[in-house]
């Protein structure tokens, strides 16, 4: 579980960084999954982006990451998430 301080430094990382991972009409797909884990572990902060045709809600998004990856929730603005897990080779600590 991250603190407030540390929520409040990756919300102000996750301005600048671009949407990594995108959540197409297919949903949460295997190649999905894969390119989320993948980004996690090179960067340890991911924002996802979901597209307005997606058949899943921010809500469901946010429940698998966090149950499949053990993620924590930045943020959630929009149809935008971010998510945070810390690797010691990724690119953004806290």
Known sequence: MLT???LKTLRRYSHEEQAIVS??????????LESFE????????VKVSIQKN???T????????????????VSKV???VVF???????????
């Open 38 to 45: 993948a980004s996690l572990l090179a960067h340890n902060l």
């Open 78 to 80: 929009g149809r935008v």
């Open 23 to 32: 959540v197409g009409k297919a949903g949460i797909t295997p190649t999905l």
């Open 54 to 56: 997606a058949p899943i």
């Open 58 to 73: 921010k809500e469901e998004l946010i429940e698998e990451i966090e149950e499949r990856f053990g993620a924590d929730t």
């Open 4 to 6: 407030k301080d540390q």
């Open 84 to 94: 945070y897990r810390y690797h010691p080779k990724g690119r953004i600590k806290v």
